[in-house]
């Protein structure tokens, strides 16, 4: 049956925003700028002890996963007849796949915001590296700690 009413199909439309938004604008700021900047430090002699695996918890299998779904849902609508079933199964095929990634986000999250205020606490270094990544246009000037919370928030 296609999606019957045009409340159901704006709630719709409505979770697919939100998957892009949070996509976007958190975790590829997270992934692009932050966990990037990191990268290139590291490959010049800089920074070189911090662990990153630490710092971004699971971020880039959280960023694979909401790009499936984001994807499955953008093909329900790119198709024009989004229908129960459609709907169904790309709900279904993400939540086959994000449980592991965000119940592994979500344990480690504290260990992570720990890890970060000590960090900025006790590193020039690293607040140095902060700054030049709040200074990218990308990153809106939003703090890596607002964002790191960000997958938690999404799931509620």
């Known amino acids: 049956a296609v999606v019957s009413t045009q409340s159901t199909g704006d709630a719709l439309w409505g979770l697919f925003r939100a998957e892009l938004v949070y996509l976007i604008d958190q975790l590829k700021i997270i992934r692009d700028v932050f966990q990037g900047t990191l990268r290139t430090a590291k490959d010049n002699g800089m920074l070189s002890d911090i662990d990153e695996s630490l710092l971004f ?40 796949k994000f449980h592991h990634p965000y119940q592994r986000y979500c344990l480690n999250y504290t260990r992570a915001a720990k890890y970060l205020k000590s960090l900025k606490t006790e590193r020039s270094d690293f607040r140095e590296y902060e700054k030049l990544c709040l200074e990218d246009a990308r990153c809106k000037k939003r703090q890596l700690s607002d964002l790191l919370i960000c997958p938690m928030q999404h799931l509620m």
Do not use: C, R, W
């Open 57 to 96: 918890p699971n971020v880039n299998k959280l960023y694979k996963v909401s790009n499936a779904f984001s994807f499955e849902l953008y093909k329900v609508f790119k198709e024009g007849n989004a229908t129960d079933e459609s709907v169904i199964h790309a709900l279904q095929e993400f939540s086959k």
